[in-house]
């Protein structure tokens, strides 16, 4: 049986809304990390197979097939296609997917995945902006079947986010004392270096700008998003910019180019959950991979879990019984930023490293997505 093999996993710092990656051009964005990853591994550009990018919200400089577009802005062969994919919050993630199958599957030996977004440019939704001068106010309304099986029910992550809160009875206090763990993790992580192997700066631009001094006392002061609602800012993923990518490869193509792997692809799959809570989606989907892989959560080293809502951890804590100091152990997305169609493979670069880092075996990755699904990675170091 071949394998798939991650042979590298780069990201760029994640610059903050507004901040030092917020005048890059999307496709720039992404060319730097196709650029990083073939200059550090060595291959021959020409032998890559494809190009697969995510990226949400596909319009402005991040239209036109951002994959192709940031392939070639690095300057690369022509020959090489690229693609582009929308699976929401999970859209680079599902680009390894993807990548990782068509190597499985022996018709690809060489895949650059990974993702790209300006959020600072093309604000999250601004696709379903540009639907309203065509007449759609959502992307729901209108849809005689969405509404003979969901009604006219709120369909928004803020929504979702206090929903699960709700179900779960996780109280305000809880969903504060996780976001400030994640800042004093991921300030940790900057201080010790545990990012820079991963990191490719851009210009003078190094480190994450996400990560901040808070504490329990401002959190308590902020405004909840709703009257009545347990979220706050706080507790929620940071509006982001930035890219990342990896580069798979089949023993084929690691015999060919004498290239090192990192780690093998040990489980991938997705699945979904109720599109109204829409972040639940982890919980079976992290379920369906252990029971797939014949492993138990304790088998799992480290987990990454995108901290889109502080609910979404934890209530997957809840349900999966995971031990927390294994969980986003340099912080998540609440301090370090959410990059949409990035923060799949930016996550997957700093499972990878943490595992290196710290000797670990088996890492899992799962990501809650728009539309009530989630992707679950299980990768293994070598």
């Known amino acids: 049986m071949t394998e798939a093999y991650i042979v590298d996993a780069v990201r760029t710092p994640i610059g903050k809304k507004n901040g030092g990656l917020s005048g890059v051009h999307p496709a720039d964005l992404g060319a730097h990390v196709v650029k990083a990853v073939v200059e550090r591994t060595g291959i021959d550009p020409a032998g890559v197979d494809d190009v697969v990018f995510g990226c949400v919200d596909a319009i402005g400089g991040q239209a036109g097939n951002i994959a192709r577009t940031a392939w070639l802005a690095a300057g690369y062969p022509e020959e090489v296609p690229g693609v582009t994919v929308d699976r929401q919050c999970g859209s680079s993630q599902q680009a390894v997917h993807f990548g990782a199958q068509a190597i499985l599957g022996g018709t690809a030996d060489l895949i650059v995945a990974g993702g790209v977004q300006n959020m600072s440019q093309i604000p999250i939704a601004s696709a379903m902006v540009v639907g309203q001068q065509y007449g759609f106010d959502t992307p729901f309304g209108g849809s005689t079947g969405w509404a003979e099986r969901?009604?006219?029910?709120?369909?928004?992550?803020?929504h979702g986010a206090e929903l699960i809160a709700d179900k779960w009875d996780i109280s305000r206090e809880a969903l504060e004392r996780w976001?400030?763990?994640?800042?004093?993790?991921?300030?940790?992580?900057?201080?010790?270096?545990r990012f820079d192997r991963e990191i490719v700066p851009v210009g003078d631009f190094t480190t994450d700008e996400g990560p901040r001094e808070t504490s329990l006392e401002k959190m308590a002061a902020l405004k909840t998003l709703t009257d009545g609602g347990r979220l706050t800012a706080a507790v929620a993923s940071q509006i982001s910019d930035g890219a990342s990518a990896v580069l798979l490869a089949s023993p084929e193509a690691v015999e060919r180019y004498g290239?090192?792997?990192?780690?093998?692809?040990?489980?991938?799959?997705?699945?979904g959950a109720d599109p109204i809570f829409m972040l639940s989606a982890p919980i079976p989907a992290t379920?369906?991979?252990?029971?797939?892989?014949?492993?138990?959560?304790?088998?799992?080293?480290?987990?990454?879990?995108?901290?889109?809502?502080?609910?979404?951890v934890l209530a997957w804590l809840a349900e999966i019984g995971a031990d927390p100091a294994k969980v986003?152990?340099?912080?998540?997305a609440i301090a370090l930023g959410h990059p949409l169609g990035a923060t799949g493979t930016k996550l997957m670069a700093t499972l990878l490293n943490e595992l290196e880092r710290t000797g670990g075996r088996y890492g899992l990755q799962t990501i809650c997505e728009g539309g009530g699904t989630a992707n679950a990675t299980i990768i293994e170091r070598l």
């Open 150 to 158: 969901y009604g006219d029910q709120e369909v928004s992550q803020f």
């Open 179 to 193: 976001a400030l763990q994640s800042h004093e993790r991921a300030r940790t992580a900057i201080a010790e270096g």
């Open 259 to 271: 290239l090192t792997p990192r780690a093998r692809i040990h489980h991938l799959s997705a699945r």
């Open 287 to 312: 379920r369906y991979a252990l029971e797939k892989t014949g492993l138990s959560i304790d088998d799992i080293d480290l987990v990454e879990i995108n901290e889109a809502f502080a609910p979404v």
């Open 328 to 332: 986003n152990v340099n912080g998540g």
